[in-house]
């Protein structure tokens, strides 16, 4: 099995940001994006971690990848073939990934059902 220690969190809203928290309360390295960089400033400064300018460098040396976004680009996260962030990195993964949203867009639920 493989060990997680360090994790990127992108999107850091009313269910992210929490969600995000108990992870690093449970000691586990957060490297975190948010749209909007003071959000994500103000949960450095509240939980620790990191914050970075895009969700690439977020990713950049975590073992494991989540993503709670409703309103962003969902191609962000899931796009054929189930590469994450294709357009900014064509390398395969190097990490595991999940998305949690309570919203997901057009282009979302077509990433999701082309991805299958």
């Not at 796009?79 to 949690?100: D, G, L, V």
């Amino acid at each position: 099995m493989r060990t997680v220690s360090t994790v990127a969190f992108i999107g850091l809203g009313v269910m992210g940001g929490p969600m995000a928290g108990h992870l690093a309360r449970q000691g586990l390295t957060l490297r975190v994006y948010n749209r909007t960089r003071a959000k994500a400033d103000a949960w450095v400064n509240e939980y620790g971690g990191s914050a970075h300018a895009s969700p690439k460098d977020a990713a950049a040396g975590a073992d494991l990848v989540l993503s709670c976004v409703g309103k962003a680009p969902f191609w962000w996260i899931t796009p054929p073939p189930r590469q994450i962030w294709r357009k900014s990195s064509p390398e395969p993964a190097n990490y595991t990934a999940s998305a949690f949203s309570t919203l997901l867009s057009p282009a979302g639920n077509k990433a999701l059902s082309t991805a299958r």
